[in-house]
């Protein structure tokens, strides 16, 4: 059994990322009312979670145009976590809305209408997918040019396929901007204590980036009684095994403030930040996009073939400072058995060096598995059933050093062929 940084069991994992939060009876937790956030001792906490102050010119930049009144734009993106699970209500009391709102109350507190939440967290998703939906939920295509983007999947990514890249890659596609936004790196943590944040935070350091760490201001206390310096339980930090109350994520968000507070009393870092250096990891996928049914007969040859019905029972999320779901990946094809089995397959041909399949996971024993084939290879199977709910999943199929013309095609597996699948999209780097 392989083992990840911070000694978890890859395989253990793999349920404890792709868990969904408890959609009803999300406990409410009376810890807020009477939990001291003004003793030293939680002030301290607090100023634990700060890994790293790094670069801070684009943080200020955003800070001062805040103060100055000017729009201000700040964005998340993540896991459930970011989404709010655990939260009550999931659009008011998430660590992302309450940070932005301490935002705005530090440095616009009589113009908080200048300053704009962007909020794109989706339960049970890794980089790999946040990467492609980057360009859709966080930039609005085009529409929106973010000053903050704070990323958390500290906790998502240990069933990567490509063990940091995709999140290098994330990271690099946000900074990369043509108007320099501040990139945050947020490692959120688990019950358990475990987290990715050895693997990932050296690419913060890579780049001297902003790090907040919420294990490194939790995990050791945790472990202390009230006399030894406890401050905040794990009862009361967690919802769940895996998701904040309430009071979990007010402390995120006061971590979070913690930095901007820093970074504002700081002096200005004159030198331009050097993001020339070659990757840490990998920067295969920066320029990765979304193709869908809406635009995919835009970007390559597609014959769906009996994957030709649309999907409407997907994945929702609670995104931006919303208090209803949006559903995820609408522009989808569907299987649904074909009289003709010559017809069956789903088929796929265009140029690119790196491809990703997007497919829908569920728990419904309509769905089974689906067989792809790469340019005329059979690779693994994709089966919808192996976490058992309804969410969005990402195979990664070509990584390529060149750009040259694939085929890829779909068809239900043996004995599936009366079963369902959906195919949400790809992303694709040309």
Request: some cysteine; hydrophobic content about 35%.
């Amino acid at each position: 059994m392989v083992r990840d940084a911070g000694g978890t069991p890859e395989a253990d994992i793999h349920q404890e990322i792709t868990a969904p939060r408890d959609p009803v009876g999300v406990k409410e937790t009376n810890n807020e009312a009477t939990f001291d956030y003004c003793s030293p001792e939680y002030h301290k906490m607090i100023s634990q979670s700060l890994l790293n102050e790094g670069h801070n010119a684009r943080l200020k930049r955003a800070i001062q145009k805040a103060r100055q009144g000017e729009p201000v734009v700040m964005a998340y993106i993540g896991g459930s976590i970011t989404h709010g699970a655990g939260a009550i209500p999931i659009h008011l009391r998430s660590y992302a809305y309450r940070s932005y709102e301490r935002f705005k109350a530090m440095f616009a507190p009589s113009d908080s209408r200048s300053i704009q939440l962007v909020k794109a967290g989706v339960g049970g998703t890794p980089s790999e997918l946040g990467m492609i939906r980057y360009d859709r939920d966080v930039l609005g295509d085009g529409q929106i040019q973010p000053d903050i983007v704070v990323i958390e999947f500290a906790v998502n990514d240990a069933d990567d396929e490509t063990r940091g890249n995709c999140y290098e890659s994330l990271i690099l596609k946000a900074l990369s901007a043509d108007n320099k936004p501040a990139v945050i790196l947020l490692f959120s943590v688990f019950e358990n204590d475990w987290n990715l944040q050895d693997r990932l935070a050296p690419v913060g350091w890579h780049y001297n980036l902003p790090m907040v760490s919420m294990k490194d201001a939790l995990v050791e206390q945790f472990h202390k009684t009230k006399h030894e310096g406890n401050v905040v339980t794990k009862e009361q930090y967690f919802h769940d095994i895996y998701h904040p109350t309430n009071l979990g994520h007010q402390i995120m968000a006061d971590a979070l403030g913690h930095l901007f507070d820093a970074v504002d009393h700081a002096e200005l870092d004159q030198d331009d930040q050097d993001l020339r250096q070659p990757p840490l990891i990998g920067d295969d996928f920066v320029h990765v996009k979304l193709l869908d049914r809406k635009n995919g007969n835009q970007l390559a040859k597609i014959n769906p073939g009996c994957f030709a019905q649309t999907d409407t029972d997907l994945q929702m999320a609670e995104m931006d400072d919303h208090d209803y779901a949006t559903p995820l990946f609408p522009h989808n094809w569907m299987y649904t058995r074909g009289e003709r089995a010559k017809a069956q397959k789903f088929k796929l041909q265009m140029r690119c060096r790196c491809l990703l399949l997007i497919f829908k996971d569920s728990g419904s024993d309509e769905f089974g598995t689906a067989r792809i084939k790469v340019d005329g290879v059979l690779t693994k199977p994709a089966n919808p059933r192996e976490v058992n709910w309804t969410r969005c999943h990402a195979m990664l199929l070509i990584q390529d050093e060149h750009v040259r013309e694939h085929t890829i095609e779909i068809e239900m597996a043996e004995g599936h062929e009366d079963k369902r699948f959906t195919i949400f999209g790809f992303g694709y780097v040309s």
